[in-house]
């Protein structure tokens, strides 16, 4: 990712209802150091 953006510093919003993919999604954010909101609709996760 990093060829394209850069995330250092931002935050990055991620919501949705499968897990699994958030947290793809967050990990991959992460290693760009993006600072990350994490929001579920499904009241489990």
């Given at each position: 990712?990093?060829?394209?953006?850069?995330?250092?510093?931002?935050?990055?919003?991620?919501?949705?209802?499968?897990?699994?993919?958030?947290?793809?999604?967050?990990?991959?954010?992460?290693?760009?150091?993006?600072?990350i909101?994490?929001?579920?609709?499904?009241?489990?996760?």
């Amino acid at each position: 990712m990093s060829d394209y953006f850069d995330m250092q510093d931002k935050i990055i919003l991620i919501t949705g209802d499968d897990f699994n993919i958030i947290d793809a999604i967050a990990e991959e954010f992460a290693l760009e150091d993006a600072r990350i909101a994490l929001f579920s609709s499904d009241e489990d996760n």
